[in-house]
T-cell receptor, first 112, second 115 residues
Framework: TQLLEQSPQFLSIQEGENLTVYCNSS?????LQWYRQEPGEGPVLLVT?????EVKKLKRLTFQFGDARKDSSLHITAAQPGDTGLYLC????????????FGQGTELSVKP | GAVVSQHPSWVICKSGTSVKIECRSL??????MFWYRQFPKQSLMLMAT?????????EQGVEKDKFLINHASLTLSTLTVTSAHPEDSSFYIC???????????FGDGTRLSIL
């Protein structure tokens, strides 16, 4: 059973297009992190959201945490080839000692 | 910053040997470190949680005698893959966390190839 469903798992778009990645769960999370990972490297933290309804922006990336803290989305505006990579959402549940539940990941390819 | 260093970054060894991977938090003290395994084009799978000074907690299905974890200090945790076989070949990643609700910071991973 996948506790955190991430979609889509693969996305290939042209430079300049917009995209949204979704993470959904039936569980409530105390916080949710988004990471980006390059091949052969570890994930790099992009953002942490902790409050229901919270919206955070990081340049062309907009992150949203659902009101009920069960889902999150990542929206990229005007994607660039440099955005190519594996995007991972990960949720921390209450009283789990900080363990993260990872989504399946979204492999994004932005073609020039 | 929160830098986590993982060593080695790449190792190739013969079947039956044991391999040790180190995970260090360079500029902060990590009360908790986590070890993950990742297959190509897939997400991270948590193997175990390591708290300084205590035994590691392994996830269901992970052999504790196969994957030995030691967290001897607040800045170092090690994962030893004992009697490695080709099916143990994978990308192993560690992460470290200060305390409480602090986020996890990841090392750059170790590519393990068993021949």
């Amino acid at each position: 059973t996948q506790l955190l469903e991430q979609s889509p798992q693969f996305l290939s778009i042209q430079e300049g297009e917009n995209l949204t990645v979704y993470c959904n769960s039936s569980s409530v999370f105390s916080s949710l992190q988004w990471y980006r990972q390059e091949p052969g490297e570890g994930p790099v933290l992009l953002v942490t959201v902790v409050t229901g309804g919270e919206v955070k922006k990081l340049k062309r990336l907009t992150f949203q945490f659902g009101d009920a803290r069960k889902d999150s989305s990542l929206h990229i505006t005007a994607a660039q080839p440099g955005d190519t990579g594996l995007y991972l959402c990960a949720g921390a549940r209450y009283n789990q000692g900080g363990k993260l539940i990872f989504g399946q990941g979204t492999e994004l390819s932005v073609k020039p | 910053g929160a830098v986590v260093s993982q060593h080695p970054s790449w190792v190739i060894c013969k079947s039956g040997t044991s391999v040790k991977i180190e995970c260090r938090s360079l500029d902060f003290q990590a009360t908790t470190m986590f070890w993950y395994r990742q297959f190509p084009k897939q997400s991270l799978m948590l193997m175990a949680t390591s708290n300084e000074g205590s035994k590691a907690t392994y996830e269901q299905g992970v052999e504790k005698d196969k994957f030995l974890i030691n967290h001897a200090s607040l800045t170092l945790s090690t994962l030893t893959v004992t009697s490695a076989h080709p099916e143990d070949s994978s990308f192993y990643i560690c992460s470290a966390r200060r305390t409480g609700n602090q986020p996890q910071h990841f090392g750059d991973g170790t590519r393990l190839s068993i021949l």
